[in-house]
């Protein structure tokens, strides 16, 4: 389990667990909103059947107490750096503060993984504005790459993180 003690603003505990025999149905089922579909999969059940293809990424059930409300993935690239991928919150559990918990509890663990300090890296759809929000106030910033249609940013470590 990634635990940094972080809350939602209902006070739910947030945490990223593995994704296991009795949580997996619930990871798959989780959906962004209709209108989001255009920026990630309809259903996370697509990031999990990419992890399990690839040697690359390892998915994470989020959890807020003991309920799944969204998936998140990461990985490790050639160079060392970290990524995020596959950041969805259900739709139901969306705008209060599961988002913003999930992405600094998993690139602070990232970003420290075997010693570090590791550059923690992702990417999103320009257009998608709520994405944008919650990384820029994070502290990432815009690599001046792209993904695809995507923007990738990073998370520079700095002697204090
Ligand atoms: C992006 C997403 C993960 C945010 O999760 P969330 O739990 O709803 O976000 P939070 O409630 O933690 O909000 C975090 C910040 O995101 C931004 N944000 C969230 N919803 C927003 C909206 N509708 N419009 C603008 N900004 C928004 C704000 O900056 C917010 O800051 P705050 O904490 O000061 O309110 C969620 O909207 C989602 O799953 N979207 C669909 C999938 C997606 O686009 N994933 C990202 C792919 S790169």
């Known amino acids: 389990m990634i635990d940094s003690g972080l809350r939602d603003r209902a006070g739910r505990h947030?945490?990223?667990?593995p994704v296991d025999d009795d949580n997996w149905r619930a990871v798959a089922d989780v959906a962004p909103r209709d209108d989001q579909r255009a920026w990630v999969a309809a259903l996370a059940a697509r990031y999990l059947l990419l992890a399990d293809r690839s040697e690359v990424w390892t998915s994470l059930a989020?959890?807020?107490?003991?309920?799944?409300v969204g998936?998140?993935?990461w990985g490790v690239d050639d160079d060392g750096s970290r990524w995020i991928g596959g950041m969805v919150v259900d739709a139901a559990e969306q705008d209060r503060g599961v988002g913003r918990a999930t992405v600094r509890t998993l690139a602070d663990w990232l970003?420290?993984?075997d010693g570090g300090p590791h550059?923690?890296?992702?990417?999103?759809?320009?257009?998608?504005?709520?994405?944008?929000?919650?990384y820029t106030t994070l502290?990432?910033?815009p690599t001046g790459t792209h993904d695809g249609e995507e923007l990738t940013a990073e998370l520079t470590p700095t002697?204090?993180?």
């Open 14 to 17: 947030v945490t990223l667990r």
């Open 62 to 68: 989020v959890y807020a107490d003991e309920t799944v």
């Open 71 to 73: 998936h998140v993935m």
């Open 111 to 113: 970003a420290t993984q």
């Open 119 to 134: 550059p923690v890296r992702l990417s999103y759809h320009p257009d998608n504005t709520a994405a944008a929000r919650l």
């Open 139 to 141: 502290g990432f910033h």
């Open 159 to 161: 002697p204090s993180r």
